[in-house]
């Protein structure tokens, strides 16, 4: 396994998930949380970004439903993370009509090794 100083970006996410939890990178210059990995800052351009595990809490910016024919409709959402940056992913658990903008969401860790992802499910102080 490559160290994490060697790794890309991407594989040093897939090595920190693997415990489960969400981690993002900060900027040690700026103090910014920073997704999608990366090697630069994106709010001021450092090299100085280490990483650190998160809440995973956020909250349902905007969704999409997707209509297939050969697949149950499913929906992907934007969830602005209480730690300040927007990801892209899913709720697997919960159908596309029961989620709401505004939703208070927590990230899981879902897949195998090496193809580990985040979703999320409802937060249970859901208000």
């Given at each position: 396994?490559?160290?994490?100083?060697?790794?890309?970006?991407?594989?040093?996410?897939?090595?920190?998930?693997?415990?489960?939890?969400?981690?993002?990178?900060?900027?040690?210059?700026?103090?910014?949380?920073?997704?999608?990995?990366?090697?630069?800052?994106?709010?001021?351009?450092?090299?100085?970004?280490?990483?650190?595990?998160?809440?995973?809490?956020?909250?349902?910016?905007?969704?999409?439903?997707?209509?297939?024919?050969?697949?149950?409709?499913h929906a992907i959402v934007l969830v602005d993370l209480d730690e300040g940056p927007r990801m892209m992913s899913r709720l697997?658990?919960?159908?596309?009509?029961?989620?709401?903008?505004?939703?208070?969401?927590?990230?899981?860790?879902?897949?195998?090794?090496?193809?580990?992802?985040?979703?999320?499910?409802?937060?249970?102080?859901?208000?």
């Amino acid at each position: 396994m490559a160290s994490l100083t060697q790794a890309g970006p991407d594989q040093a996410f897939q090595e920190h998930v693997a415990d489960g939890r969400l981690w993002l990178q900060y900027c040690d210059d700026c103090g910014q949380a920073v997704f999608m990995p990366r090697i630069l800052c994106q709010h001021c351009s450092s090299l100085a970004l280490q990483w650190r595990p998160v809440s995973g809490r956020g909250t349902v910016h905007s969704l999409t439903v997707l209509h297939q024919r050969s697949k149950p409709n499913h929906a992907i959402v934007l969830v602005d993370l209480d730690e300040g940056p927007r990801m892209m992913s899913r709720l697997p658990e919960v159908a596309p009509e029961d989620i709401r903008i505004g939703m208070r969401v927590q990230a899981r860790i879902d897949g195998e090794d090496g193809a580990r992802a985040v979703v999320f499910d409802p937060a249970e102080d859901t208000q």
